[in-house]
């Protein structure tokens, strides 16, 4: 009974929780039509308008849920017909949007549903699906719960190994969520398959453990349901003492007889039942009556029956036959009427012994009862085995799957960290050579820088030289002369005429303006102070080379403060090329004829302007150009900044550095 109740409970719960999900995140709209659709469909028959009215929803998942709550009222109102169609439909939308928790679940109500039919093969195929869904979606406990509901239905059928080892496995999952109410069940079932295999002691121990959690929890009436099963066992193995005091002990429960009508009379019914094994009758009359009218009174009609085989069997003890054999009859007729085997093949066995001249008919029809059950138990258990060979192929293929899944994702992983590894090295490799290639290129502009110096410094000392040689010229050779010629036009001046005395006169006064220029030639000669050897030097010739090609001479004014001495040759280099990169642009676009470049020292920065006033142009478009672009890289190269401002005006360059 309990597992018949439990998966409609928790559908409901299930359903139920599922939607409070959505409300959080579903349009108001769709909120009340599904509140609506939910009412219109539990109690509509025109299956058609109900799902007309769905599509508004526009919303597959409460589409879906709605199909689900609809199947859930028509199981529970036992409409097989609309409990069929809502399951379908929940089945095709479940796979449609690929939500393979509801294709469990759709599973799960449809076992449910062949449960009720009393379907057991149906049943038990579609807890098993149910099961692989959950399991592959690593939901432990529903796919534990629907390993206990497969090891119930093996119990049921007698497969009791089968159902053993079913149960283990729920156990197993169902321990992870420690849910104690199904891990009650589990042990609750483990015991009933060892008292049925005669195996007491075990039986006993699994009780035992299931009345554990009814201990912990504190819940008296479940004490008492699980302190019943105790007793049963203790009277099944011939301990009646034993049975007996659980059975009183679970009697004494406070009110357990209008809380739990069913299971005070199954305790009564028992516990006289264990006194008449006995053989101590004095009360139990009475207590099989309460017991019966109990069980009359709820409708428990599997109760009833066992009720009277009981009481069959207490005539029979005190000797009044037509008693037993009313009461073996009833009990038979009962049992038959509600397909209840177990105490159908009890009531023939009972009848057999009571009535004599029938003894042959009863054993006759017992022996073909049981060999009818165990043939179709038999069938049931090869179908059953079907099931688990399929599921363990389909698992076997599933773990193959996943192994080949894994050796190709653990190739393509590989691969791609050895490409990845790869490219990491190929371009490491290129960095390398990028690095060694500018520091290379630094090198040789450094070394470019240098012999322009050097150059620079021998035309000045070869300039140097020959200045020195030409004023050493003059001083030692043409003054020394002009002095003797001075000298001698000094003695003239013994003539006293007055004309030879003028013209003395005139030739010593030129002779004195000669020997003084010359002498200032010479000075001028010997005097360092022009000379401007190095960056500003090569920066000016820059400019008078680039004149012959613009048509014009730039001008350059230059900080007498800045410290060339103190910056580094890098630094100038570039500089010194980023400027012939700016004349360049300058021929090649500008259209100018002025250009002026300033060099000025603020701040410990300097900064160098370009300036010129031909046509400008668009920045944005011009950005990408290599020229700017080589001149943007080596003021970056120098830890510099660049700057640049372009209109009909003409161009400004800025170049600040931190010296």
């Known amino acids: 009974m309990d597992i018949r109740i439990f998966p409609f409970f928790f559908i409901f719960l299930f359903c139920s929780c599922n939607q409070e999900e959505q409300k959080a995140v579903v349009h108001p709209f769709e909120n009340r039509h599904y509140l609506e659709l939910l009412e219109v469909g539990k109690e509509s028959q025109q299956l058609d308008s109900i799902n007309e009215l769905l599509i508004e929803l526009e919303n597959d998942s409460l589409i879906n849920s709605l199909y689900f709550k609809y199947a859930y009222y028509s199981l529970k109102n036992g409409d097989s017909k609309k409990f069929r169609y809502w399951n379908r439909k929940a089945f095709i939308k479940s796979i449609k949007i690929n939500d393979t928790l509801k294709i469990a679940e759709a599973h799960w109500d449809l076992a449910s549903y062949f449960l009720q039919d009393n379907l057991i093969d149906s049943s038990y195929y579609n807890y098993n699906k149910a099961f692989l869904f959950y399991d592959a979606g690593k939901e432990e406990f529903l796919s534990g719960m629907m390993l206990l509901n497969m090891a119930i239905l093996q119990k049921n059928i007698k497969d009791y190994a089968g159902s053993e080892v079913t149960t283990i496995k729920a156990i197993n999952k169902i321990k992870k969520a420690k849910n104690k109410s199904q891990l009650y069940k589990a042990y609750n079932n483990l015991g009933i398959i060892y008292k049925e295999l005669g195996d007491y002691k075990k039986a006993l121990e699994y009780h035992g453990r299931a009345l554990e959690f009814h201990l912990i929890s504190g819940n008296l009436l ?276 007055q004309d030879s005395i003028k013209i003395k006169e005139k030739h010593l006064d030129d002779l004195r303006q000669m020997e003084q220029e010359i002498r200032l030639i010479s000075h001028e000669l010997q005097n360092n102070k022009f000379q401007e050897v190095g960056f500003l030097k090569l920066l000016r010739k820059l400019l008078e080379d680039q004149a012959m090609i613009l ?10 403060s800045i410290p060339w001495e103190r910056i580094s040759n890098p630094i100038k280099m570039n500089l010194y090329r980023i400027i012939q990169e700016a004349f360049q642009n300058i021929k090649r676009y500008s259209g100018a004829s002025k250009a002026e470049i300033k060099l000025i020292l603020k701040e410990e920065c300097l900064i160098i302007s370009i300036n010129d006033n031909g046509r400008g142009f668009d920045i944005d478009k011009k950005v990408q150009g290599i020229g700017l672009a080589n001149m943007r890289s080596r003021t970056k190269e120098i830890g510099g900044s660049f700057y640049i401002k372009s209109g009909k005006m003409g161009t400004l360059i800025t170049i600040k550095i931190s010296i």
């Not at 150059?455 to 140097?464: P, R, T, V």
């Not at 001075?486 to 013994?494: D, K, Y």
């Open 222 to 497: 479940l004490q008492a349901s699980s302190l019943n099963n105790i007793g049963n066992i203790y009277k099944e193995d011939g301990y009646f003492d034993e049975a007996i005091e659980k059975y009183q002990t679970a009697l004494q429960v406070d009110s357990i007889e209008i809380k739990r009508p069913q299971l005070y009379a199954m305790l009564l019914d028992n516990r006289a039942h264990a006194r008449l094994k006995k053989t101590d009758t004095v009360g139990i009359f009475s207590d099989f009556l309460e017991a019966l009218q109990i069980r009359e009174k709820i409708n428990h009609e599997s109760g009833i029956v066992v009720n009277k085989i009981h009481l069959s069997e207490y005539y029979l003890f005190k000797k009044d036959s037509l008693k037993a054999l009313k009461y073996a009859s009833q009990a038979l007729a009962l049992s038959e009427q509600t397909s209840n085997h177990r105490d159908i093949l009890n009531s023939m066995l009972l009848l057999a012994e009571i009535d004599i001249n029938n003894e042959g008919y009863f054993l006759r029809k017992h022996i073909e009862l049981s060999d009818s059950l165990q043939n179709k138990e038999r069938r049931v258990r090869n179908k059953f085995a079907r099931i688990h060979f399929e599921t363990d192929e389909f698992i076997a293929k599933n773990k193959q799957l996943n192994e080949q899944k894994k050796w190709l994702i653990g190739g393509s992983s590989g691969a791609l960290i050895l490409s990845f590894l790869a490219i990491i090295i190929f371009r490491q490799k290129a960095k390398h050579r990028k690095l060694k290639n500018e520091r290379d290129q630094q090198k040789a502009n450094e070394e470019i820088y240098r012999l322009l110096l050097d150059q620079e410094n021998k035309i000045e000392d070869g300039k140097y030289k020959e200045k020195e040689r030409i004023s050493k010229e003059l001083h030692d050779g043409v003054l020394s002369k002009l002095f003797g010629i001075r000298f001698t036009l000094s003695n003239l001046n013994l003539k006293c005429d």
């Open 551 to 560: 048509g014009f001479l730039p001008t350059i004014n230059s900080d007498p």
